[in-house]
């Protein structure tokens, strides 16, 4: 199986940058992807292939990646963007694929 | 505009099988792979298997190995999912979701609303 590594919990303050960080030993070589997931609703796909967005994401949602983690920022975070955020990516033999555990986002 | 209509709730007692439905709409159904992945109460995202809907071919987690098949009927444009041997670990919202990649069983892009299984005696 391949793991990946998230924080369990981030909070910050409306306006402010909120950044989740994704580990996993393979990211220096496969991309991520970033979901957000609210409560009874389906997941959202928000940064795909490590840095891009996908039409009608706001242009607050950016990602990075750089050694074995990856980072969704998210830039002067919103109440709207309190949520569940999970990063997904693959073993560089492309014999597993994993969700991270999820990071929970706060904002108030 | 893209669709997954997932089939409704389902309550099953442990050791039975379930199966559950997934029909696409708005775009063109065997171009893209879809995927299963499932949420347990309180717990994360855990991605179940790949569904090769051209070829039909698949790609199991290790985990749902022998428990686990998953099929389409290209005339309808639909996906199904079934998971034998249920045991209340297995109580979940059960998603589909269509591949970002023609072709490439790259990751989710579009996600269905869900399907709720609740296993218990």
């Known amino acids: 199986s391949y793991e990946l590594t998230q924080p369990p919990s981030v909070s910050v303050s409306p306006g402010q940058t909120a950044r989740i960080t994704c580990s996993g030993e393979?990211?220096?070589?496969?991309?991520a992807f970033w979901y957000q997931h609210k409560s009874g609703q389906a997941p959202v796909l928000v940064i795909y292939d490590d840095i891009k967005r996908p039409s009608g994401i706001p242009e607050r949602f950016s990602g990075s990646s750089s050694g074995t983690m990856a980072t969704l920022i998210i830039s002067g975070a919103q109440v709207e963007d309190d949520a569940d955020y999970y990063c997904?990516?693959?073993?560089?033999?492309?014999?597993?694929?994993?969700f991270g555990g999820g990071t929970r986002l706060t904002v108030l | 505009q893209v669709h997954l209509v997932q089939s409704g709730t389902e309550v099953k007692k442990p050791g039975a099988s379930m199966k559950i439905s997934c029909k696409a709409s708005g775009y063109a159904f065997t171009s893209f792979h879809i995927h299963w992945v499932r949420q347990a109460p309180g717990q994360g995202l855990e991605w179940m298997g790949l569904l090769n809907t051209l070829s039909g071919g698949k790609n199991y987690a290790q985990k749902f190995q022998g428990r686990v098949t998953m099929t389409r009927d290209t005339s309808t444009s639909t996906v199904y999912l079934e998971l034998s041997s249920l045991r209340s670990e297995d109580t979940a919202i059960y998603y589909c979701?269509?591949?970002?990649?023609?072709?490439?069983?790259?990751?989710?892009?579009?996600w269905g609303s869900g399907t709720l299984v609740t296993v218990s005696s």
């Open positions: 997904y990516s693959g073993d560089e033999n492309d014999e597993h694929v994993a």
């Open positions: 979701a269509k591949d970002l990649t023609p072709a490439s069983g790259s990751a989710p892009e579009f």
């Open positions: 393979a990211l220096p070589k496969k991309v």
